[in-house]
């Protein structure tokens, strides 16, 4: 279960967002302000988390598809801002983008009652372990959507980059609301995630793949996984780069992106 901590403030890297807006004195809003908060969350094993919720102005009666943005490793959630800022402004989504273990903002933990500095070098000297307790992590984030009055929990998405792709497959092979998944220079071969499982159990589910026809590996990984579950949809873009570099890129791969999720997890754009 996440527990949400007491800090919470504006997300100054966000930009664009109208102010919120207020009643008149005597009067009773109409509609719900945009949300653009950076949160800490505490995972079950006790590691802190920062994440970043972004959310359109809309009805306040009105729910919305949420999408979950999760870096490459050694990578971090500002490396997703641009496509964040992109699915909820002009796609009309709620967003979650999350540090995860040992990366960003995410490098404290507590053990034995004490707090104590877990960075990219710990996560790495773990391993698997530190690897599985990434997905932890993702639901973590999943649970505190759950929480929220104006996100549609049982309509999911996620695009996840390099490491962040494997994670979101293994998670939305066990969790029914995950109802479409972009994957960004996916790597299939995570130690301690079972991918090619994952991917079986996924088959009929929409999934896009994105690589560049210069990362040799994503393309191979793209190709093994499309073996397994020929109905997804491929995409090859030109150049070099993977993961997260492809992200910061924008434009017509974030239009790309949007456009996906729009087929099969429609949101109402943003007024």
């Not at 008149?24 to 919720?53: I, K």
């Not at 009105?62 to 801002?81: N, Q």
């Not at 995630?193 to 191979?220: C, F, H």
């Not at 109905?231 to 239009?255: C, H, K, P, Q």
Request: with cysteine; glycine share 10%.
């Amino acid at each position: 279960m996440a527990v949400l901590a007491a800090c919470r403030g504006s997300e100054p890297e966000v930009a664009g967002f109208p102010e919120d807006s207020v009643a008149a004195p005597g009067t009773t809003p109409s509609s719900r302000a945009a949300v653009r908060e950076r949160l800490t969350l505490w995972t079950p094993d006790s590691v802190r988390l920062s994440v970043v919720l972004l959310a359109p102005p809309m009805p306040l009666d009105a729910r919305r598809p949420a999408v979950l943005l999760l870096h490459d490793a050694e990578g971090s959630r500002t490396d997703l801002a641009r496509l964040a800022n992109d699915l909820t402004q002009n796609g009309g989504y709620v967003t979650l983008s999350i540090d995860l273990r040992g990366h960003g903002e995410s490098f404290h933990r507590t053990r034995h009652g004490r707090d104590e500095i877990y960075d990219v070098d710990a996560w790495r000297r773990q391993g698997a372990t530190g690897v599985r307790g990434m997905l932890t992590d993702l639901e973590t984030g999943v649970a505190l959507l759950d929480t929220l009055a104006y996100v549609e929990s049982d309509s999911l998405a996620a695009v996840g980059s390099g490491l962040g792709a494997d994670l979101a497959l293994e998670w939305a092979a066990g969790d029914p609301s995950a109802r479409a998944l972009v994957l960004v220079s996916p790597r299939a071969e995570a130690p301690g995630l079972a991918i090619e499982k994952a991917t079986s159990s996924l088959a009929d589910r929409p999934v896009l793949i994105v690589s560049a026809n210069g990362d040799a590996t994503g393309q191979e990984a793209a190709r093994r996984l499309a073996r397994r579950a020929p109905g997804w949809v491929t995409v090859t873009i030109e150049g070099v780069g993977a993961g997260d570099s492809l992200l910061e890129r924008g434009n017509v791969l974030t239009s790309r992106i949007g456009q996906f999720l729009q087929l099969h997890v429609p949101a109402a754009p943003s007024p």
